[in-house]
């Protein structure tokens, strides 16, 4: 059985103030078989690995890059992530392939770099709406996870996160039909690259204007381990909603 996920990633949001979400989200008891992952962001690491020390809840990084250190301003490695408590990192979501133009060689590079840390890597993957009007969903998804996924990859150091990228932060969700035929597809992929046995262990997760009203209906699409949460996680009289969805 695999085990459930939440998880939660504020993007470029929260200063030390929002702490104060994290220790009331805290507070819950989720079931044994779920798992609850919040991603602050990096100003807020450290503390947040503090904040959630002893409860149900692990943090995670944004993004970190390829290479273990050296010249390049700005950025943070997977060492650094780990440094400052993170047990996962999100690779790949498409705000990043959009606004800092990473394609899947990136993407796997900083994957390699994770995995060798001893991080998780969530690799997101997702079409936009002209791909899927076009019919073109199943091809984009299946080269993203070729692209996008290391060789390395096992049922423990990845998750792999379906997020259409026309419903992130829309409100706009695809039919349960259309989640599970993609989920069901990025199944199959992953048994037919690594064999049954990694392939069923990794989780997938669902994104895309997850709230605690639709919670319910996606996780009961098969192959939906748990969802990776944008906007509702930000709150958690929200994100515990999706959390209690989960049990
Ligand atoms: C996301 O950015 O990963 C996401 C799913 O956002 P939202 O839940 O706000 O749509």
Known sequence: MRQ?????????????AELTELKALSQIH???????????PATL???ASIAVQ?????????????????AHTGDI??????????TSVILGHSERRVDHGEHDEDVRAKARAAMDAGLKAIICVGESLEQREAANTLDIIGGQMSGSIPDQ???ENLIVAYEPIWAIGTGKVPTLEEIGEVHDFMRARLERRFGEGVGRSVRLLYGGSVKPDNAADIFSVSNVDGALVGGASLKASDFSGIIQALE
């Open 30 to 40: 989720p079931a044994a078989s779920v798992d609850i992952l919040i991603f602050p």
């Open 153 to 155: 990859s096992t049922g």
């Open 54 to 70: 002893g409860t149900a809840i692990s943090v995670g990084g944004q993004n970190c890059h390829a290479a273990k250190s050296g």
């Open 45 to 47: 690491l450290s503390r």
């Open 77 to 86: 490695s997977a060492d650094m992530l780990v440094d400052a408590g993170a």
């Open 4 to 16: 459930k996920l939440a998880a939660g990633n504020w993007k470029m949001n929260g200063t030390g």
